[in-house]
């Protein structure tokens, strides 16, 4: 047996056979790496939308100059004994008008809008953790303009069904999805509930029917890119709202045409009117109305019924500092069906509305002009734990690039750029406008909180605990005096803060100051105020920054007092 094996030379094919079954191992190996590459293995854990964030406000990029912030020190000045501000600082506050808001426009100045971002280069990804269709217009290299939505308004007005609808007829949610969300909500007996689904992901949200945390997703139409951010409705979670707000370039203020829904939500102690008021304190200044729920059985697209709720809430957003003419718009819809989201409805059920449609209406919005020349700024909202330090928020100003050095204020910790991702896309560079994630390294996530922020190396932001503001009383009980403690909310800054001096009031028509120190400050008043911080809190004056110079101050959950600061002081 042995001499036949030895005759047939087995020991030579069975080496070449061998070498051959290594060299078929090896190529079966790169095979097997390259499939498996093609594969989403990486794909990062789903992480819920990030505005659990008690925080706040900041807003649509301001233009021009005032929008760059300049790194010089504020000069230091004494409190005079006289109770009148130094002439520094007189200078800087102005006067003000009937209207609360528009304290904001003395010292910034609206300018033409233009696209600073048609012709950026989109840098190619390195990887998609979500692997999906590449938009047309950055296959040409073409970089559409990111706009950030916020849908606010009343508890139950409809907020989460539009905004689900949205990404249904923008085809970010298939069908067959939402029939598992309709089968499911059946089941519950919730059945016009499973829209909302698409964004309220929680259990406890979709049980029962209310958001808390602020809901996210993302959209896109021929020519802009938009981020959706679905603000909370109920008065208890108003400090997540304003975490949604402070990210927002462009707000959605969703109504209920319904009989008795829409006079609940606007009476006092709804949240119709104190959605819109820290809308425009956090900075956005367009504002879409939709009435929503005309297809109600109470309504049944009454026209009536539209310009009676246009007619109330005209007066108050006026009010607040909105101009009626340029600043708001109103669409009827119907979120459950979609009707004027998209689409037009037919002409014999609503003759009275031809257009534009909410989608038609957003994308032919001027474009923003947005800093994105000046320094690195982006206030931190959120963060996770994610095989490293991963921090999310909106860039306020500048542009970052990966592998990049930056600073994190106030604890001057420096860190560097490890990876950049927007709207679930990983990229090599982001700018101004953007809401983005971004993977840090040098520092732990026991470090990092909401209000934090990040900026350029060479150009940090100033940190303070005393400040001087300017400061529109709008609603509060009893007086405010030195001693008096709130909440503030700073861009995504929540602080305890206390006021330690009153400098001056200022008479709201002719916008003189009193000559005296006043001893208090009560409803209706405005004032200049000198207010400490319970810690170390990034700040600049507004003149030099606006989206980090406007701040809220809440007490007893309610939003009693908007301001802006003059100058960080300590």
């Given at each position: 047996m042995e001499a036949t094996l030895e005759g047939q030379a087995a020991p030579v094919s069975w080496e070449q056979e061998n070498a051959d079954s290594n060299k078929g191992k090896g190529d079966i190996g790169d095979g097997l790496e390259t499939s498996l590459s093609s594969l989403n293995v990486d794909a990062p854990p789903f992480v819920p939308s990030f505005a659990t964030l008690v925080a706040a406000k900041a807003q649509l990029d301001e233009a021009?100059?005032?929008?760059?912030?300049?790194?010089?020190?504020?000069?230091?000045?004494?409190?005079?004994?006289?109770?009148?501000?130094?002439?520094?600082?007189?200078?800087?506050?102005?006067?003000?008008?009937?209207?609360?808001?528009?304290?904001?426009?003395?010292?910034?100045?609206?300018?033409?809008?233009?696209?600073?971002?048609?012709?950026?280069?989109?840098?190619?990804?390195?990887?998609?953790?979500?692997?999906?269709?590449?938009?047309?217009?950055?296959?040409?290299?073409?970089?559409?303009?990111?706009?950030?939505?916020?849908?606010?308004?009343?508890?139950?007005?409809?907020?989460?069904?539009?905004?689900?609808?949205?990404?249904?007829?923008?085809?970010?949610?298939?069908?067959?999805t939402l029939e598992k969300y309709e089968r499911e909500a059946k089941e519950k007996n919730r059945e016009s509930w499973y829209l909302s689904w698409a964004l309220d992901t929680n259990q406890e949200e979709r049980d029962k029917g209310k958001t808390v945390e602020v809901g996210r997703a993302y959209f896109e139409t021929e020519h802009k890119r938009f981020t959706l951010l679905d603000a909370p409705g109920h008065r208890s979670f108003v400090p997540n709202m304003i975490g949604g707000a402070c990210q927002a370039d462009l707000a959605v203020l969703v109504i209920s045409a319904r009989k008795g829904e829409f006079e609940t939500g606007f009476e006092r102690g709804g949240q119709t009117r104190e959605h819109a008021m820290l809308a425009k304190t956090?900075?956005?200044?367009?504002?879409?109305?939709?009435?929503?729920?005309?297809?109600?059985?109470?309504?049944?697209?009454?026209?009536?019924?539209?310009?009676?709720?246009?007619?109330?809430?005209?007066?108050?957003?006026?009010?607040?500092?909105?101009?009626?003419?340029?600043?708001?718009?109103?669409?009827?819809?119907?979120?459950?069906?979609g009707a004027f989201l998209r689409d037009l409805l037919d002409e014999k059920t609503c003759p009275w509305y031809r257009g534009p449609s909410l989608l038609q209406y957003i994308e032919t919005l001027p474009s923003l002009n947005r800093p994105v020349e000046g320094p690195f700024i982006m206030p931190v909202v959120d963060k996770y734990k994610d095989m490293g330090t991963v921090v999310l928020g909106k860039i306020e100003s500048g542009a970052v690039k990966r592998n990049q050095q930056l600073i994190l204020m106030p604890n001057r910790k420096q860190v560097e750029v490890l990876t950049l991702w927007t709207d679930e896309e990983e990229v090599n560079m982001v700018s101004s406008g953007d809401s983005i994630k971004i993977k840090l390294k040098g520092v732990e996530e026991e470090e990092v909180q909401s209000g934090f922020v990040?900026?350029?190396?060479?150009?940090?932001?100033?940190?303070?605990?005393?400040?001087?503001?300017?400061?529109?009383?709008?609603?509060?009980?009893?007086?405010?005096c030195p001693g008096y403690?709130?909440?503030?909310?700073?861009?995504?800054?929540?602080?305890?803060?206390?006021?330690?001096?009153?400098?001056?009031?200022?008479?709201?028509?002719?916008?003189?100051?009193?000559?005296?120190?006043?001893?208090?400050?009560?409803?209706?008043?405005?004032a200049i105020m000198r207010l400490e911080c319970s810690d170390l809190t990034c700040m600049e004056s507004f003149k030099k920054f606006p989206q980090m110079g406007r701040f809220t101050l809440r007490d007893e959950g309610r939003t009693i007092a908007i301001g802006k600061i003059l100058r960080v002081v300590e």
């Open positions: 021009g100059d005032e929008g760059q912030l300049i790194p010089d020190p504020p000069p230091p000045h004494a409190e005079q004994d006289n109770g009148e501000l130094p002439n520094d600082t007189v200078d800087e506050v102005g006067g003000t008008d009937e209207t609360p808001a528009d304290w904001e426009e003395a010292d910034v100045e609206e300018t033409n809008h233009t696209d600073l971002a048609e012709d950026d280069e989109v840098s190619e990804p390195q990887s998609t953790p979500k692997p999906k269709k590449k938009p047309k217009n950055e296959e040409h290299g073409i970089r559409k303009e990111h706009v950030n939505i916020v849908f606010i308004g009343h508890v139950d007005a409809g907020k989460s069904t539009i905004g689900g609808q949205l990404l249904y007829l923008t085809g970010m949610v298939d069908k067959r956090a900075g956005v200044k367009h504002l879409v109305i939709l009435v929503n729920k005309m297809d109600d059985p109470t309504v049944e697209w009454a026209e009536d019924r539209f310009n009676e709720c246009k007619e109330k809430l005209v007066p108050y957003l006026k009010k607040c500092g909105f101009n009626p003419k340029t600043d708001i718009f109103f669409i009827p819809c119907s979120g459950l069906t990040l900026c350029d190396a060479d150009n940090p932001c100033t940190v303070g605990k005393v400040f001087d503001a300017q400061v529109v009383i709008l609603e509060h009980k009893s007086i405010v403690t709130a909440v503030l909310h700073l861009h995504a800054a929540v602080e305890e803060v206390s006021v330690k001096a009153l400098i001056c009031l200022i008479d709201k028509k002719s916008g003189e100051r009193s000559k005296t120190r006043p001893r208090f400050v009560k409803q209706d008043q405005v």
